[in-house]
């Protein structure tokens, strides 16, 4: 059984502009949620330096706050960043989470929709939806044939 833990937040994170009021964050417990998305640790350091903060600084700044230790296990890549973390870096820093990754990428609202997916399956959920991605793409369907 899966209990929470609700935090806090100034901002809504399903808000692009993350304004509005306080809201409300419900975190999962149990099974730690990895990022498909492993270039986000560089970002995060970048970003961090160019304000000129310490890792203290950034621990500080984060709601529900990231212990600097953890902070230092992402950047260095020791740790995964999940899409919950990579949120709450984001708000920290005042940008947008697709600016924390890889070279700038953009992702729409669909595809990080998809992502928020992957990141609550378990490993064997995982590999049957590559399987069923590699399908499409590998076998003609009634669509492709008739384009």
């Known amino acids: ?13 399903a808000e692009p502009n993350y304004s509005g009021g ?11 949620r990895q990022s498909p998305m492993p270039q986000i640790n560089n970002r995060i350091r970048q970003e ?15 709601r529900p706050r990231i212990p600097a230790q953890t902070i230092q296990r992402h950047e260095t890549g020791i740790a995964q960043v999940d899409l919950l973390q990579l949120e709450i870096y984001a708000i920290a820093l005042g940008i ?3 600016e924390l990754m890889h070279d700038g990428m953009r992702i729409s609202a669909d595809a990080r929709e998809l992502l928020a997916l992957y990141d609550r399956m378990t490993p064997r959920e995982r590999e049957q939806l590559v399987k069923v991605a ?13 384009s």
């Open 96 to 98: 947008k989470p697709e």
């Open 22 to 32: 306080a809201h409300i964050l419900v975190m999962p417990r149990g099974r730690p």
């Open 48 to 62: 961090r330096e160019s304000k000129g903060w310490s890792l203290a600084r950034l621990s500080k700044e984060t």
């Open 134 to 146: 590699q399908a499409l793409f590998i076998e003609p369907t009634p669509l492709r044939k008739a």
């Open 1 to 13: 059984m899966s209990s929470t833990v609700t935090y806090p937040l100034t901002r809504n994170l």
